[in-house]
């Protein structure tokens, strides 16, 4: 690659000079890590930090890790203490995962550590490092698993640019990686408010939360009740097909949602019964699956699918008006009922009849259960949101880091390969890797549908963080919590959480933060 060429497609208008060629053992000390004897107690359980693969490529800082040795054990292994701001990097098992360490630790021999030297900036390398993991998997090698040398790592080409433009780079990541982690985090407050309200609102014992103007009875009844359940569609390999009916199956259902991704859908010449079409609010549930823990998973259909849709036979339909079925699927009640439907068996396997013996307690006025499904609603609507907006950002990082770092792709193969017992096997892996960076550069070119300028590419990046909302929510829901759970006498007076909550007129719920208790 000529000088010429050693610049990023998109930048910072203040810089223009051309990126430096080097190598990572030119930037930065690469070291190892070791395991004491385990059979030797003195050696565990101290105070140094001590990492495993598995533990690293989670998240960009890491603090604490799961088990730590002592400085004798340190002196009596060929683990070594790392500096604070080390980057952690796996050279066995899933090679070139990282992390940065945010205080001084060892890890075991699954790794190959960066230590950055001076004038580099270390933020800058981590995500340059995260752009060329597929370089770490070309020259890993092994017979039982893949593995990179420390030398092989010192000979990887990089490039980089003078110091104020790694730094401004660095920020600009950092930034975004801060959102990310924002939005994860609420995404988890909404997902435990919502968890919370439901064991509370649709609790069997008399403290359940009710709305303040809500004083009809409660009755217990069966999901027979309610409603119907009709099997699957039954049909063989011979009725696949490119067109025709669409079958949603276990694996469209993802977190309560049905998933209609085009790399996920089945369609099948065969025609299904009349009942057997998906109609707006069914439920469709996962009946029968080789893993136990997805037996019993549910979504709504929405009527979101403009031609005719089934389930397949592993799965079933519920047929209901009932406004809060949904929601008693995703209650710890259901979970109940079907733990003990299926812990006395090897057959992961529901029945309708099973299903159609489930308890539950609901409120009788229809008031009362138009304010519950509209509670739930507002918060699944605040998580698809959140969720959006998650996507919409992590896809951006991804286009951004193709396209501001100077990445150069080493098509040669490593012959080494051609001297192990298993040489076809990684010539696939070999393959596999050509064939990912391929589609990596496609979906780059095609999808990001971001400018050259780099002008425009940071005014776009503006934007997308000001139409993140703020935390607000997040305060509303937290503050909520943490006030029930201090406030005793919540226990007596159940309601003072939902006394304050109003309906506006187009039946839409509207609270203030920290209203729901005083």
Same mark, same amino acid.
């Given at each position: 690659?000529?000088?010429?060429?050693?610049?990023?497609?998109?930048?910072?208008?203040?810089? &223009?000079?051309?990126?430096?060629? &080097?190598?990572?053992?030119?930037?930065?000390?690469?070291?190892?890590?070791?395991?004491?004897?385990?059979?030797?107690?003195?050696?565990?359980?101290?105070?140094?930090? =001590?990492?495993?693969? *598995?533990?690293?490529?989670?998240?960009?800082?890491?603090?604490?890790?799961?088990?730590?040795?002592?400085?004798?054990?340190?002196?009596? *292994?060929?683990?070594?203490?790392?500096?604070?701001?080390?980057?952690?990097?796996?050279?066995?098992? @899933?090679?070139?995962?990282?992390?940065?360490?945010?205080?001084?630790?060892?890890?075991?021999?699954?790794?190959?550590?960066?230590?950055?030297?001076?004038?580099?900036?270390?933020?800058?390398?981590?995500?340059?490092?995260?752009?060329?993991?597929?370089? #770490?998997?070309?020259?890993?090698?092994?017979? &039982?698993?893949?593995?990179?040398?420390?030398?092989?790592?010192?000979?990887?080409?990089?490039?980089?640019?003078?110091?104020?433009?790694?730094?401004?780079?660095?920020?600009?990541?950092?930034?975004?990686?801060?959102?990310?982690?924002?939005?994860?985090?609420?995404?988890?407050?909404?997902?435990?408010?919502?968890?919370?309200?439901?064991?509370?609102?649709?609790? *069997?014992?008399?403290?359940?939360?009710?709305?303040?103007?809500?004083?009809?009875? =409660?009755?217990?009844?069966?999901?027979?009740?309610?409603?119907?359940?009709?099997?699957?569609?039954?049909?063989? *390999?011979?009725?696949?097909?490119?067109?025709?009916?669409?079958?949603?199956?276990?694996?469209?259902?993802q977190s309560n949602v049905l998933d209609f991704s085009e790399d996920g859908l089945q369609f099948v010449d065969k025609d299904c019964k009349k009942e057997l079409e998906l109609q707006k609010n069914d439920i469709v549930i996962c009946m029968s699956n080789?893993?136990?823990?997805?037996?019993?998973?549910?979504?709504?259909?929405?009527?979101?699918?403009?031609?005719?849709?089934?389930?397949?036979?592993?799965?079933?339909?519920?047929?209901?008006?009932?406004?809060?079925?949904?929601?008693?699927?995703?209650?710890?009640?259901?979970?109940?009922?079907?733990?003990?439907?299926?812990?006395? &068996?090897?057959?992961?396997?529901?029945?309708?009849?099973?299903?159609?013996?489930?308890?539950?307690?609901?409120?009788?006025?229809?008031?009362?259960?138009?304010?519950?499904?509209?509670?739930?609603?507002?918060?699944?609507?605040?998580?698809?949101?959140?969720?959006?907006?998650?996507?919409?950002? @992590?896809?951006?990082?991804?286009?951004?880091?193709?396209?501001?770092?100077?990445?150069?792709?080493? =098509?040669?193969?490593?012959?080494?390969?051609?001297?192990?017992?298993? #040489?076809?096997?990684?010539?696939?892996?070999?393959?596999?890797?050509?064939?990912?960076?391929?589609?990596?550069?496609?979906?780059?070119?095609?999808?990001?549908?971001?400018?050259?300028?780099?002008?425009?590419?940071?005014?776009?990046?503006?934007?997308?963080?000001?139409?993140?909302?703020?935390?607000?929510?997040?305060?509303?829901?937290?503050?909520?919590?943490?006030?029930?759970?201090?406030?005793?006498?919540?226990?007596?007076?159940?309601?003072?959480?939902?006394?304050?909550?109003?309906?506006?007129?187009?039946?839409?719920?509207?609270?203030?933060?920290?209203?729901?208790?005083?």
């Amino acid at each position: 690659m000529s000088e010429e060429k050693l610049v990023p497609k998109l930048r910072f208008l203040e810089f &223009t000079k051309v990126w430096k060629s &080097t190598k990572i053992g030119e930037i930065a000390d690469i070291v190892g890590g070791g395991t004491p004897r385990t059979e030797v107690e003195e050696y565990w359980d101290g105070e140094i930090k =001590w990492f495993t693969p *598995s533990e690293i490529g989670k998240t960009k800082y890491i603090f604490d890790s799961k088990r730590h040795i002592t400085d004798k054990g340190l002196k009596n *292994s060929s683990a070594k203490l790392l500096p604070k701001d080390t980057i952690l990097l796996s050279s066995r098992a @899933t090679v070139g995962e990282i992390s940065i360490a945010l205080t001084e630790c060892s890890t075991n021999q699954g790794f190959q550590s960066l230590i950055t030297k001076n004038n580099v900036d270390n933020d800058f390398i981590y995500y340059l490092i995260s752009t060329i993991k597929n370089e #770490f998997l070309r020259r890993s090698s092994g017979s &039982t698993f893949l593995e990179i040398s420390k030398n092989e790592i010192k000979r990887i080409p990089i490039n980089i640019p003078e110091l104020s433009e790694q730094n401004k780079i660095s920020n600009l990541f950092s930034a975004i990686d801060n959102k990310i982690e924002m939005l994860e985090k609420k995404h988890q407050y909404y997902q435990d408010f919502k968890k919370y309200l439901m064991q509370r609102i649709f609790s *069997s014992q008399d403290d359940k939360l009710r709305f303040a103007d809500s004083d009809s009875c =409660w009755k217990e009844i069966s999901l027979k009740d309610i409603g119907t359940f009709y099997r699957g569609h039954s049909y063989n *390999s011979t009725n696949v097909a490119d067109e025709g009916l669409l079958v949603l199956r276990s694996n469209n259902i993802q977190s309560n949602v049905l998933d209609f991704s085009e790399d996920g859908l089945q369609f099948v010449d065969k025609d299904c019964k009349k009942e057997l079409e998906l109609q707006k609010n069914d439920i469709v549930i996962c009946m029968s699956n080789g893993t136990r823990r997805l037996v019993g998973k549910s979504a709504e259909y929405t009527g979101n699918y403009e031609n005719k849709v089934t389930v397949g036979a592993f799965c079933s339909i519920f047929r209901t008006k009932n406004k809060l079925a949904k929601y008693l699927f995703q209650t710890e009640s259901y979970k109940k009922n079907l733990y003990l439907i299926l812990a006395g &068996t090897n057959i992961n396997n529901l029945k309708n009849s099973d299903l159609e013996k489930f308890n539950f307690n609901i409120p009788t006025n229809e008031s009362e259960i138009n304010k519950i499904h509209d509670l739930f609603v507002s918060i699944d609507n605040k998580m698809d949101y959140n969720k959006k907006q998650l996507e919409e950002i @992590t896809l951006f990082k991804k286009g951004l880091l193709q396209q501001m770092f100077v990445v150069r792709i080493n =098509w040669r193969c490593n012959f080494k390969l051609a001297k192990s017992p298993s #040489f076809n096997k990684h010539l696939l892996i070999l393959k596999n890797k050509i064939i990912f960076i391929i589609i990596e550069l496609i979906i780059g070119d095609l999808f990001m549908k971001i400018e050259k300028d780099a002008e425009n590419i940071l005014n776009k990046f503006s934007k997308t963080l000001e139409n993140i909302p703020d935390l607000e929510e997040t305060w509303y829901i937290t503050d909520n919590l943490n006030l029930t759970r201090e406030d005793k006498s919540h226990e007596k007076h159940p309601e003072k959480i939902l006394r304050n909550a109003h309906i506006d007129k187009e039946g839409k719920l509207v609270v203030k933060r920290a209203d729901w208790v005083n």
